[in-house]
């Protein structure tokens, strides 16, 4: 039982560049959270998606991010033009239900170095 | 928003206890998480409280008062694997999707 798979697991890009990072949720689960993690800061959460759905992005910046879960395929957090500030882990969770004693079960994440 | 403090860093000493302090400030409280993260790995849950009190899972216990806003995870008999960072999260009534998470205690336990 493959817990949530994200790739790639490391991601160098140059300034201006595109970085796109995937994220297959566990088997079952409809509800996928983006959430990112800067050095020395917690984790802060960026999007929540269910299948073709956007429900939440309220803590995605305002431009060059984006993020989709289509029907098909993994969940994708993409960023465009990226600049050194991006530099992070992006850490991918997902749930078989999204309210009560939910429990979030995480990727082991994709770092994103931006040189 | 939430404000989560926690300490950034504690040592410990194979075998010994640690106790991890969380505070929090917000409305609408609906749940506080504790997450284990190992460098470079996926944060995993380790507990969950919403009621006052203890849970106690194993080694691990974790103590919630809404009353004062503070929580704290408590590690017994460490071994040198419990080297990880623990994370603090809180959820709210009107977002209980999204866990807003402190900086996080990093553990080092020394032999």
């Known amino acids: 039982n493959a817990g949530v798979m994200q790739n790639p697991r490391h991601l160098v890009r140059r300034r201006g560049q595109e970085a796109r990072l995937r994220c297959s949720p566990m088997?079952?689960?409809?509800?996928v959270y983006w959430y990112r993690q800067l050095p020395e800061e917690g984790l802060k959460f960026m999007v929540y998606?269910?299948?073709?759905?956007?429900?939440?992005e309220s803590g995605m910046p305002k431009e060059r991010f984006s993020a989709e879960f289509p029907k098909e395929g993994p969940s994708i957090l993409r960023i465009q033009q990226v600049v050194r500030g991006d530099s992070a882990a992006y850490f991918c969770?997902?749930?078989?239900?999204?309210?009560?004693?939910?429990?979030?079960?995480f990727g082991a994440g994709s770092r994103l170095t931006v040189l | 928003g939430q404000n989560i403090d926690q300490p950034t860093e504690m040592t410990a000493t194979e075998g010994a206890i640690v106790q991890i302090n969380c505070t929090y400030q917000?409305?609408?409280?609906?749940?506080l998480f504790w997450y284990q993260q190992h460098a470079g790995e996926a944060p995993t849950f380790l507990s969950y409280?919403?009621?006052?009190g203890l849970e106690e899972k194993g080694r691990f216990s974790s103590f919630l008062s809404r009353s004062k806003g503070y929580s704290y995870l408590l590690l017994k008999e460490l071994q040198m694997k419990d080297s990880a960072s623990y994370l603090c999260a809180v959820r709210v009534i009107s977002n209980d999707y999204k866990l807003s998470f402190g900086a996080g205690t990093t553990v080092t336990v020394r032999a």
């Open positions: 969770a997902s749930s078989l239900t999204v309210s009560g004693a939910n429990v979030l079960t």
């Open positions: 088997k079952g689960h409809s509800h």
């Open positions: 998606l269910q299948k073709e759905n956007i429900i939440d």
């Open positions: 409280n919403v009621l006052d």
């Open positions: 917000t409305s609408g409280f609906n749940g």
